[in-house]
């Protein structure tokens, strides 16, 4: 049989981790090839079609564009410029019949919360603090790659490019998003659901459960620029496909990775369709659960055991409407729509769901005259493998819920008609983008996990990496993002030492 060895990386997974680290690798002289199962790349970060209407894979933010955050980083380096027009107001929050204004400005957002959640001076600080430790959490994560340290050259680079002014942050890595709200005297009741909820979207975890250090990220990703790409996140996927091919590489759509294994320094690669490939570095985009699935022997037994303290995540229940433009003008393109305090969507964990609308006039994702929404919320996977007969009687009813949700709180929705509607679950994520049980969203943060406990970019079978979501950084698009500058990083590092071994002996 066979064995193609005309790539010098190949990665496996077409989501924005393994993109970023392909466009990053392919710039610097790599031959790059990428796998992907589904029908088409992007996983998590893509679009889909369906009866006229371009629909994105769920309800999502985009940010990372500003200097010293992932996706600018990406596009400096590469020259790539991916398709985006920045979005305001970021956000709106439907809390309790009352409209929460997710203002870019700083200054703006302070005092809304302020109006909001009363007790102005404290939410100030509060807030103050939050966007302080942000701005550095961003500024410190691009300038180390090779986080977290794996030897003690690791070390080293930590203590040389990180300023003795940034320490100040650290022990904000074992003190909740909770614990500080109680500093500051803001922990009330409703604070608490807006900050849970807001939370659950980037974090995937609660107040209690979030460290401050990721946490604060979390609350402000609406203080940054946001963005929204014409046409669908698959244009942003595509416009880096383009830059990879452009530079020799390729991807191929349908092409499941059913076997990883290494031979000497070589690793190879089995596909569904019964193609071999042969190359000395792979990059996996694929969960760390998804990876017991395609190893063996000693691979396998350390991805068994690297997924085990990590073996419950989030799915997602999302829904795809087309509807009739009935939408008021100002109104934002985000929405976060909490339920009456006590009620839950049915077959789920979720006190709220998101909402992302389609542009008025984006004629690629609907015709004139039409939108189209992605709405998400989050669900337990577990719970609907185990519905067996009732599973189309509880999707439907799911499905109905949110529906008559978004008649009740969505401005303009009771007014339009409905096109089309598609909804999908845990299950639907398992068939649709091959992520173990339809976990999507990455591993949920934790107080239980140090900063050193994430799993590494780097693993012990020399070449081998892992970029995307159950990786470090962990969850959202500049969280896979930077896993992908990362591991080009490492890989660079790598081949740096290589040549000056080369040097030393010839």
Known sequence: MTINKDYDVIIIGSGMGGMS??????????????????????????SYYRKGFTFESGATTLIGFDENQPLWKLEKETGIQIPREEITPSMTVRLDGEEIIRYKDREEWIEEAGRVFGNPQAQRSFWEEALKVSDIVWDVSLKNPFFPPQNITDWGRLAISNSPLDVWVLPYAIQSVEDVMRKFGVDTPKFRRFVDEQLMITAQS???????????????????????????????????????????????????????????EEFIIQTKKGNIYQAPIVVSNIPIWNMKDITSSEMKEYFVEESEDFDEAWGAITLGI?????????MSLHHQIHLEEGDTVPFTNSDSIFVSMSQRGDTERAPEGKRTLNISCHASPEHWFSLNG???????????????????????????????????????????????????????????????????????FSGLYLVGDTTYPGQGIPGVTLSGINVYWRIKKIRTELKISDKVFN
Request: contains cysteine.
């Open 21 to 46: 680290a392909g466009a990053m690798l392919a710039n610097d002289g790599y031959k790059v090839l990428i796998l992907e199962a589904a029908a088409v790349p992007g996983g998590c970060s893509s």
């Open 206 to 264: 609660k107040a209690e459960g979030t460290p401050f250090l990721f946490g604060a990220a979390g609350l402000t990703y609406t203080n940054y620029s946001n963005f929204y790409v014409p046409g669908g996140l698959l244009e942003m996927i595509n416009s880096i496909r383009s830059f990879i091919q452009e530079k020799g590489g390729a991807l191929h759509t349908r092409e499941a990775v059913t076997h990883l294994s290494k031979k000497e």
């Open 322 to 330: 087309a509807t009739t433009d009935t939408y008021p003008d100002e």
């Open 390 to 460: 009732d599973y189309e009687s509880a999707k439907k009813q799911t499905e109905e819920f949110i529906v008559e949700t978004l008649k009740q709180k969505l401005p303009g929705f009771e007014q339009s008609d409905i096109e089309t509607i598609h909804t999908a679950t845990p299950i639907t994520w398992q068939n649709w983008v091959y992520r173990k049980k339809g976990r999507v969203g990455g591993i949920p943060q934790s107080m239980a996990r140090s900063l050193l406990k994430w799993t590494p970019n780097q693993t012990p």
